[in-house]
C-alpha cells in the first residue's frame, strides 16, 4: 500500500513566523509532489508543484524535495492569519506516470495567530 | 471565467435514491477526475477519463458509474446511496498527467 504521511496538526505558528509542514512517502520511485492549500469548506486548490531534489521558490512559499530520504516539505515565510488552512500534500508514483494518480496525505491543519 | 466547475453544490437525498453529479471544465484539459474526501478530510481517487477513455478505477462500489461525453464533461452517477456514500466529491482536471485543479465540489449528504 504505497502512502503518503503528514501531521495532522494542528500546527499553530504566531503571524510572521516561518510555518514548516512535513510530509513523507514510501514509494522510492515516485516522481511528482505537489502541495494544496485547502480552506475550510472549500476545494484544494494546487500551491506548488516540484519535481527534482532541492529548493524551489514562489513568493512566500518554498517547497523543498529530498527523494533519498522520501521527504517533501513546504516553508511558509511571514506567514499571515489567511494562511491558515489545511495544507495537502500529494504524491504521484513512478507506476501512475502515465494516469495521473495523485496519492494525498491526511493533511495538516496550520493555524496563524495574530 | 476559466475553471472547473460542478453541480450541484449540495445534494441531500434518502437512502435508495439514485442521484448524478455534473463535472464541466472549460480549461483545455484532456484529463478528468472524481474525488471523494470524507468526514475525516481523506481526498481518495475515485475515477479518471482522458479523452473519453477511463483510465483509472479505483476500488469503488460497481454503485458510482462515471460517463464522459467528451472532454470537457464528466458526470457520475451513483446507484441506490448508502450512508456511507455521504461525502464531498470533487471533480478536478489536468492537461495530461500533469497539475490537476480541482472544482468546487459537491456535497452529498444520504438521510
Known amino acids: 500500500q504505497k502512502e503518503v504521511e503528514q501531521n495532522s496538526g494542528p500546527l499553530s505558528v504566531p503571524e510572521g513566523a516561518i510555518a514548516s509542514l512535513n510530509c513523507t512517502y514510501s514509494d522510492r520511485g515516485s516522481q511528482s509532489f505537489f502541495w494544496y492549500r485547502q480552506y475550510s469548506g472549500k476545494s484544494p486548490e494546487l500551491i506548488m508543484s516540484i519535481y527534482s531534489n532541492g529548493d524551489k521558490e514562489d513568493g512566500r512559499f518554498t517547497a523543498q524535495l529530498n527523494k533519498a530520504s522520501q521527504y517533501v516539505s513546504l516553508l511558509i515565510r511571514d506567514s499571515q492569519p489567511s494562511d491558515s488552512a489545511t495544507y495537502l500534500c500529494a504524491v504521484k508514483d513512478r507506476g501512475s506516470s502515465n494516469t495521473g494518480k495523485l496519492i494525498f496525505g491526511q493533511g495538516t491543519t496550520l493555524q496563524v495567530k495574530p | 471565467d476559466t475553471a472547473v466547475s460542478q453541480t450541484p453544490k449540495y445534494l441531500v437525498t434518502q437512502m435508495g435514491n439514485d442521484k448524478s453529479i455534473k463535472c464541466e471544465q472549460n480549461?483545455?484539459?484532456?484529463?478528468m477526475y472524481w474525488y471523494k474526501q470524507d468526514s475525516k478530510k481523506f481526498l481518495k481517487i475515485m475515477f479518471s477519463?482522458?479523452?473519453?477513455?477511463?483510465?483509472i478505477n479505483e476500488t469503488v462500489p460497481n454503485r458510482f458509474s462515471p460517463k464522459s461525453p467528451d472532454k470537457a464533461h464528466l458526470n457520475l452517477h451513483i446507484n441506490s446511496l448508502e450512508l456511507g456514500d455521504s461525502a464531498v466529491y470533487f471533480c478536478a482536471s489536468s492537461q495530461q498527467n500533469n497539475e490537476q485543479f480541482f472544482g468546487p465540489g459537491t456535497r452529498l449528504t444520504v438521510l
Open positions: 477519463y482522458n479523452n473519453k477513455e477511463l483510465i
Open positions: 480549461l483545455g484539459h484532456d484529463t
